[in-house]
């Protein structure tokens, strides 16, 4: 289900898997990623609480500073105030950009209490969405067992 198409982002609901996917077209203005996420968020406060996410980040290349900053420091919080459960976020790069983040990446300090999301790194989009349902699955498997 297409929640929101423009010509820098196509997010949608994946309502089969339950998973909410955000494809980057081109690279947003700081405006235009703002409120791609808080489409995201409210769709989800709205419709469901989904607790898997895929970002294919290939077209545009790493986040910035600011767009990352602005994720972590605002956005996150939110998005666990919201849905108050663990969430799992699968990102696929590019594969020079995944080489180039492997290579040179240090965890910024502000990501240090973003316990809450387990993200895991991609660069073929099938895989990602593949990881996403095996963990669904897998949750799902554990809490019959535990019932």
């Known amino acids: 289900m297409i929640i929101k198409d423009t010509p820098?982002?196509?997010?949608?609901?994946?309502?089969?898997?339950?998973?909410?996917?955000?494809?980057?077209?081109?690279s947003p203005t700081f405006k235009h990623f703002k409120d791609t996420y808080l489409a995201a968020l409210q769709y989800?406060?709205?419709?469901?609480?989904?607790?898997?996410?895929?970002?294919?980040?290939?077209?545009i290349g790493p986040l910035n500073r600011e767009q990352e900053a602005?994720?972590?420091?605002?956005?996150?919080?939110?998005?666990?105030s919201t849905i108050k459960s663990k969430i799992n976020a699968a990102?696929?790069?590019s594969e020079e950009h995944f080489k180039a983040l492997v290579t040179n990446y240090q965890q910024p300090t502000y990501l240090i209490n973003q316990d809450f999301i387990h993200f895991n790194y991609f660069t073929d989009f099938n895989e990602a969405l593949?990881?996403?349902?095996?963990?669904k699955k897998g949750q799902k498997a554990l809490t019959s067992m535990s019932s």
Do not use: G, M
């Open 70 to 80: 602005w994720l972590n420091v605002e956005f996150y919080p939110n998005v666990f």
């Open 44 to 59: 989800v406060q709205l419709n469901a609480l989904i607790t898997s996410y895929c970002t294919e980040l290939t077209a």
């Open 130 to 135: 593949y990881w996403l349902r095996d963990t």
């Open 91 to 93: 990102v696929v790069f």
């Open 8 to 26: 820098y982002v196509c997010l949608a609901h994946d309502v089969d898997a339950d998973i909410l996917l955000i494809n980057w077209k081109r």
